[in-house]
């Protein structure tokens, strides 16, 4: 997946987030809601983190083809 793609994946991802968080103002998410909102912010932070991995690539003249998308529990346990 080139750069533009993982961006342009990003983009609907936020989008959608968006989408779920203005309809969560006044009367909360329901139960569906809520499971796809915490899907697209993982689905986001891996798209993040393919980028910063392709970037890191170039940046020391290494193939960013060769990244690949991690697993969501890698992923988030950055943040721990």
Do not use: K, N
Not at 37 to 61: H, I, Y
Request: proline residues 2%; aromatic residues 4%.
């Amino acid at each position: 997946m080139a750069d533009g793609d993982i961006l342009s994946r990003i983009d609907e991802l936020v989008s959608e987030e968006h989408e779920l968080r203005s309809r969560a103002i006044g009367t909360g998410l329901s139960s569906d809601d809520r499971s796809r909102l915490a899907s697209v912010e993982q689905q986001l932070d891996q798209c993040w983190d393919l980028l910063r991995q392709r970037r890191a690539r170039v940046e020391f003249d290494e193939d960013p083809d060769q990244a690949s998308a991690r697993p969501v529990s890698e992923v988030e346990s950055y943040r721990q």
